[in-house]
């Protein structure tokens, strides 16, 4: 049963492989649309935080459940591939991720996006 975009199984089991492996198709798909378009890295960045933060945050506080940390890296390595179009990064994932300064951008960081969820 779908209920506001999230399936509802039968076990609870079940919740990870109906919205999370579907979340990580659509993630996907969406990322190989975008991904022929010309874009700085930083309007990458704007596209990562308009289209897949939005979906990961609904969806880990739709379904409060434990989400292997391998979900995370998977997610993470999609996404920076997507920004650095495969090559290698230009500056180190702990530089970008600290809070904005002055001048600088920062990548999304997925513990940021479930903060919510480890409060309930």
Do not use: C, H
Request: glycine share 4%; charged share 25%.
């Amino acid at each position: 049963m779908k209920y506001l975009g999230i399936n509802l199984a039968k076990y609870v089991q079940e919740l990870y492989e109906e919205n999370y492996k579907t979340l990580m198709n659509k993630i996907k798909e969406k990322l190989n649309k975008w991904r022929d378009i010309l874009y700085s890295w930083i309007g990458r960045l704007n596209i990562v935080k308009m289209l897949v933060l939005p979906n990961l945050s609904y969806r880990f506080n739709g379904t409060p459940i434990t989400i292997p940390a391998s979900y995370f890296v998977d997610i993470n390595i999609l996404i920076l591939k997507f920004i650095w179009k495969g090559k290698r990064p230009r500056t180190a994932n702990t530089i970008s991720k600290e809070k904005k300064k002055v001048g600088r951008l920062t990548l999304p960081d997925l513990a940021t996006v479930i903060k919510t969820v480890w409060y309930w």
